[in-house]
């Protein structure tokens, strides 16, 4: 079993800077995959940024790619999203899963069986 804990979030400008972490523990693997999703009011779920934390591998989400960078902090435990020049359509809450997907599935949220509570991210224009 793994648990993830998401902290991080708050209310900013649009054009300001915020960072979220998601620190895993439990039974994480070599290979073990820790991705942002996020979901805003009246909308479905969608993907934010992956890694990899073995390989370092990352992907973005095409809207936010340029201005969040996704990293591992530590061994296999932590991962941040460093979100820059944040614009109101940024506004969800934004939540942690891992697991182990197959490449084609990063994106996908069901190949994650592990998810964290949520944290809110509200840019103000």
């Known amino acids: 079993q793994v648990q993830l804990v998401e902290s991080g979030g708050g209310l900013v400008q649009a054009g300001d800077s915020l960072s979220l972490s998601c620190a895993a523990s439990?039974?994480?693997?070599?290979?073990?995959?820790m991705t942002w999703f996020r979901q805003a009011p009246g909308k479905e779920r969608e993907f934010v940024a992956f890694?990899?934390?073995?390989?370092?591998?990352?992907s973005y989400a095409d809207s936010v790619k340029g201005r969040f960078t996704i990293s591992r902090v530590n061994a296999r435990n932590t991962v941040n999203l460093q979100m820059n020049s944040l614009k109101p359509e940024d506004t969800a809450v934004y939540y942690c899963?891992?697991?182990?997907?197959?490449?084609?599935?990063?994106?996908?949220?069901?190949?994650?069986?592990?998810w964290g509570q949520g944290t809110q991210v509200t840019v103000s224009s």
């Open positions: 899963a891992a697991g182990h997907p197959d490449s084609e599935l990063e994106h996908v949220g069901s190949a994650y069986p592990y």
């Open positions: 439990g039974r994480t693997y070599r290979n073990f995959a």
């Open positions: 890694i990899r934390v073995s390989s370092f591998t990352t």
